[in-house]
């Protein structure tokens, strides 16, 4: 189905590398970008000096079937998101990620050159993000592709934003489009099937780079946080969006004891999300509240400091936080007042 | 056929409790032990303050079918040995483990009772450790049960061992006997088939618990690092013992550009590990090399520094580094000279 996953012309074992030989020839381009890192891959443990600073840490687990399909996920994409999700964690607390950690489980039916290409989509993101990949554990599996990533960074103590402090009269931003990679994972799904039954019929995914980009090759909101800095802004509580809008909100709103209004009308959808939420017979604000998979960040600012951004371009400001008493609503276009709902467990 | 692993009587789907509502449940028992633990489960991230000392981090992967058999393994003892298995990474670095992440992925199959019991093994870890859970990710599963931790932990900088600094003349220790871990897995898997071919066959597991013990529930050397400590001792340096000596022995030798000879009689193989071996046909010194799983500490100190702990009871005294042209050798009790030999990766 897709190009970049065309089986690769030669197949070598990785029986025939054994698991240190494996682990070698996937890291050995493995460069330390940040004088903390002491030590990395190649020994019990990896050695991080940390002076004054906290240390931030966030871990992921992917699991093939649930979280990716190989059919139309090319390797180096996924090790390239498997990488990003967990920074995205490191950005929603305010702090620079420096180091990761990856943990691959996989079957027999992988080659050295799909396990190569993973890593190249791991080792770009190291690169782009400046981070140092300090470790992991390679492992089998009878089944599926499991990835576990663990990000560590660094922020000033009075940096860190976490989710508990949001407070009454705070203005709610996201910073940016929200559905589009659930839109994304709709069109895949879609042209996955009609493979399956036809394998004569070319995938119709050009038209829609876009959305499948968004779902495929996401990125974590470094210039956010940098912005942040330059303005000497620290948001009241921040979450990144990873299970959706309304399931985000609600974790802040929980955590922080508080309410929240939303407003429909300012939650920014892309008008391609628009039209394909509606070509699948989808309300597009439904998909921008529970799609997932933004990676955009949700922050909270008390209205001065919500001044400095409100016209950032890429910043939206999409509600308020309210007493608790007042509960989560979600504003409708048509002024109907609605309760957010998280969604369920999806996968289970 | 384990009295831990009979079905609870009561089997709450984990649907019914959803994704936060199941790490709340397994988690709520968490406490911090550590001052420097700012902020455990609930964020994006954890958050770990830290001065001056390293931080040493270390990660592994447990896959059912490849690490567990869960026809055998009780769930609380999988879930204690897989935090173990990462505290021994931190203690083979002579740091002292503080905080703990854990992700599991799994599939519907299993019930809250079930992941309850696993939590309360990896709570009882954290409580014998002294370490703090601070965070993790809870994931679906379309097959097997996958639990993936990653260890965080502290030293001063003059205090880590790494695995490269051994030098010539250094005596080569462990702290306790090999092979047990690996025959208690022959024993299980014996008692597997008998109990597969006919069920009504009890399994005979009770006059080898030593054996089984080793392998089900195994312990990290935290007392060997206070040792260390006390006695003011700094190893050359360190692994433990995950893959076997012979493999262990060959990363040292390897990372630090040196031989090594190995003395068969030295090696610690504990009488039931002995007889078991021969009940299996094999041969007990190739158990004790090769086996694998013992989490005993391996580490090497030069002639001056051997002498405070040459009559420490359960030291035992292997071997020395050699220089690289020598070789990395055994000495068989017959005094036949044999090439140390890594195991490869047994699961691809």
């Given at each position: 189905m897709?190009d970049?996953?065309?089986?690769?012309?030669?197949?070598?074992?990785i029986?025939?590398?054994g698991?240190?030989?494996l682990i070698?020839?996937?890291?050995?381009?493995?460069?330390h970008?940040?004088?903390?890192?002491?030590?990395?891959?190649?020994d019990?443990?990896?050695v991080?000096k940390?002076d004054?600073?906290?240390t931030?840490l966030?871990?992921d687990?992917l699991?093939?079937?649930i979280h990716?399909?190989?059919?139309?996920?090319?390797?180096k994409?996924?090790?390239?998101?498997?990488?990003?999700?967990?920074?995205?964690?490191?950005?929603?607390?305010?702090?620079t990620?420096?180091?990761?950690?990856v943990?691959?489980?996989?079957?027999?039916?992988?080659s050295?050159?799909?396990?190569t290409e993973?890593?190249?989509?791991?080792?770009?993101a190291?690169?782009?993000?400046?981070?140092d990949?300090i470790g992991?554990?390679?492992s089998s599996?009878?089944?599926?592709l499991?990835?576990?990533v663990?990000?560590?960074?660094?922020?000033?103590?009075e940096?860190?934003v976490?989710?508990?402090?949001?407070?009454?009269g705070?203005?709610?931003f996201?910073?940016?489009?929200?559905?589009?990679?659930?839109?994304?994972?709709q069109?895949?799904?879609?042209?996955?099937?009609?493979?399956l039954?036809?394998?004569?019929?070319q995938?119709e995914?050009?038209?829609?780079?876009y959305?499948?980009?968004?779902?495929l090759?996401?990125?974590?909101?470094?210039d956010i946080?940098?912005?942040?800095?330059?303005?000497?802004?620290v948001?009241?509580?921040?979450?990144?969006i990873?299970?959706?809008l309304s399931?985000?909100?609600?974790?802040?709103?929980?955590?922080?004891n508080?309410?929240?209004?939303?407003?429909?009308?300012?939650v920014?959808?892309?008008p391609?999300?628009y039209?394909?939420a509606?070509?699948?017979k989808?309300?597009?604000i439904?998909?921008?509240?529970s799609?997932g998979?933004d990676y955009?960040?949700?922050?909270?600012l008390?209205?001065?400091?919500a001044?400095?951004?409100?016209?950032?371009?890429?910043?939206?400001?999409?509600?308020?936080?309210?007493?608790?008493?007042k509960?989560?609503?979600?504003?409708?276009?048509?002024?109907?007042?609605?309760?957010?709902?998280?969604?369920?467990?999806?996968?289970?």
């Amino acid at each position: 189905m897709n190009d970049e996953n065309k089986p690769s012309t030669t197949h070598t074992p990785i029986s025939s590398l054994g698991e240190f030989g494996l682990i070698e020839h996937l890291t050995k381009h493995a460069r330390h970008r940040h004088p903390e890192t002491i030590t990395g891959i190649g020994d019990d443990g990896a050695v991080i000096k940390n002076d004054e600073e906290l240390t931030v840490l966030s871990t992921d687990l992917l699991v093939e079937g649930i979280h990716f399909d190989l059919m139309y996920t090319p390797l180096k994409h996924l090790g390239y998101k498997s990488v990003i999700v967990n920074l995205s964690d490191i950005f929603a607390m305010n702090a620079t990620p420096k180091q990761v950690m990856v943990s691959i489980a996989l079957s027999n039916r992988f080659s050295v050159e799909a396990l190569t290409e993973l890593y190249e989509g791991i080792h770009q993101a190291c690169i782009n993000y400046n981070v140092d990949l300090i470790g992991g554990d390679t492992s089998s599996s009878k089944s599926g592709l499991v990835i576990s990533v663990t990000a560590i960074g660094t922020a000033a103590p009075e940096q860190v934003v976490y989710r508990n402090k949001a407070q009454e009269g705070d203005h709610i931003f996201v910073t940016g489009d929200l559905g589009a990679a659930y839109l994304g994972l709709q069109i895949l799904e879609r042209e996955k099937r009609i493979f399956l039954e036809n394998p004569n019929i070319q995938p119709e995914l050009a038209q829609h780079q876009y959305l499948v980009g968004r779902q495929l090759r996401p990125e974590a909101r470094q210039d956010i946080i940098s912005l942040f800095q330059q303005q000497n802004i620290v948001p009241n509580a921040m979450i990144d969006i990873s299970d959706g809008l309304s399931s985000d909100i609600l974790h802040i709103c929980k955590q922080s004891n508080v309410g929240c209004s939303i407003f429909e009308e300012n939650v920014p959808i892309h008008p391609e999300s628009y039209h394909m939420a509606l070509e699948f017979k989808l309300n597009p604000i439904t998909c921008a509240l529970s799609g997932g998979e933004d990676y955009e960040l949700l922050f909270t600012l008390p209205s001065e400091e919500a001044k400095k951004v409100q016209d950032t371009a890429g910043f939206f400001d999409i509600g308020k936080i309210t007493s608790i008493d007042k509960g989560t609503i979600l504003y409708g276009k048509n002024g109907r007042a609605d309760q957010l709902i998280a969604q369920g467990w999806k996968h289970l």
